[in-house]
């Protein structure tokens, strides 16, 4: 009779043995699913966020601020009023040849109509002087056969008018050469004062260009320092609110229904007819005193807050299960 309790005592003990086990593989990961998901580590991500965003913004906005300090700098209203000096300066030259080209280009139309007078009159002079050594050559024919007297009066008048022709031809081409000049110097002068003016233009331009690209750079940056101390203000509230006592302090939670709790072995149990399989009531006392000080523990566990109990402290919980059990069964060997 002994040897069957001892038996029966044995396998609820290797049962408890069991459910330790079960417990101390369980409660780990419980433990650590319990730790990331519970209020207070998502606050202090929550915290830890906040805190790295502020200070990147922060550094965004001193890096707003350095960029706006330089481009100050540079469109400072000195080096802007230098630049206006400069624009206007090359203003003035600019219109200033600009007024002189369209002076000089007004007097083209008119040297352009002498000097196609003046290649008229030697085209007319070339006529004149080719006309008369036609007829000098006709009458010098006929004086072959002993020319009239007449005759050679008229070839001497010929030959006189052909050198008036002549002169009167060359200095129609003097003229004409002048004329020309006269027109190709005007059209240089013009073709000058034109340049100059562009000349001048892209200087205005260019330094219009700079002003204006200084002038736009402090814009930009200075909306970029707005944006920046704008998103640092954003930041720091978020920041802020973040510590505030009313998120940092967690709300007092109680465990879910599904949480990990030592699960008490079940004992095996026989034939209610035979009353065969009955543990003794040592036995009993045994386990019910396990359970009922792993239910106190695990109730002030959940007491405390905390979403899952530690691995250490459920396998505290078995460990003092076994020993109790231990106990049952040394005594059931000493009373053989």
Not at 92 to 114: G, I, N, V, Y
Not at 151 to 163: T, V
Not at 201 to 220: E, P, T, V, Y
Not at 247 to 269: D, G, M, Y
Request: hydrophobic share 40%.
């Amino acid at each position: 009779m002994n040897d069957i309790l001892a038996r029966r005592a044995r396998r609820a003990t290797v049962g408890i043995a069991l459910s330790a086990a079960l417990v101390a593989g369980i409660a780990p990961v419980t433990a650590i699913a319990a730790e990331t998901s519970s209020p207070t580590g998502a606050v202090a991500l929550q915290t830890e966020d906040a805190a790295a965003a502020k200070e990147k913004a922060y550094a965004a906005m001193q890096e707003a601020l350095k960029n706006l300090e330089a481009a100050k700098d540079a469109a400072s209203p000195e080096k802007i009023a230098r630049f206006n000096d400069d624009i206007a300066r090359f203003q003035e030259l600019h219109d200033k040849m600009a007024a002189q080209a369209t002076e000089l280009r007004e007097s083209l139309p008119t040297m352009q109509a002498d000097v196609d007078a003046a290649q008229a009159k030697y085209d007319e002079a070339i006529n004149r002087v080719s006309e008369l050594q036609a007829e000098l050559k006709a009458l010098e024919a006929l004086g072959d056969e002993e020319p009239s007297i007449t005759i050679k009066e008229h070839i001497k008048q010929l030959r006189s008018e052909i050198m008036a022709a002549k002169a009167q031809e060359d200095s129609c081409e003097t003229e004409l050469r002048e004329r020309r000049d006269g027109l190709k110097k005007q059209e240089r002068r013009v073709n000058d004062c034109e340049l100059a003016a562009e000349k001048y233009k892209a200087h205005i331009d260019q330094f219009i260009a700079w002003r204006d690209a200084l002038l736009d750079n402090l814009k930009k940056a200075q909306t970029a320092y707005d944006d920046a101390c704008k998103a640092y203000e954003e930041a720091k509230a978020a920041a802020d609110k973040a510590t505030s006592p009313e998120i940092t302090q967690p709300t007092e939670t109680t465990p879910p229904s599904n949480s990990a709790q030592p699960a008490e072995a079940t004992q095996p149990t026989g034939s209610s007819a035979t009353g065969k399989n009955t543990p003794p009531s040592s036995i009993k006392q045994a386990n019910s005193s396990s359970g009922k000080q792993a239910d106190t523990t695990a109730g002030k566990l959940a007491n405390t807050g905390d979403a899952a109990p530690s691995a250490i402290v459920l396998a505290g919980i078995a460990a003092a299960g076994l020993g109790i059990t231990a106990t049952g069964v040394r005594r059931l060997k000493n009373s053989k």
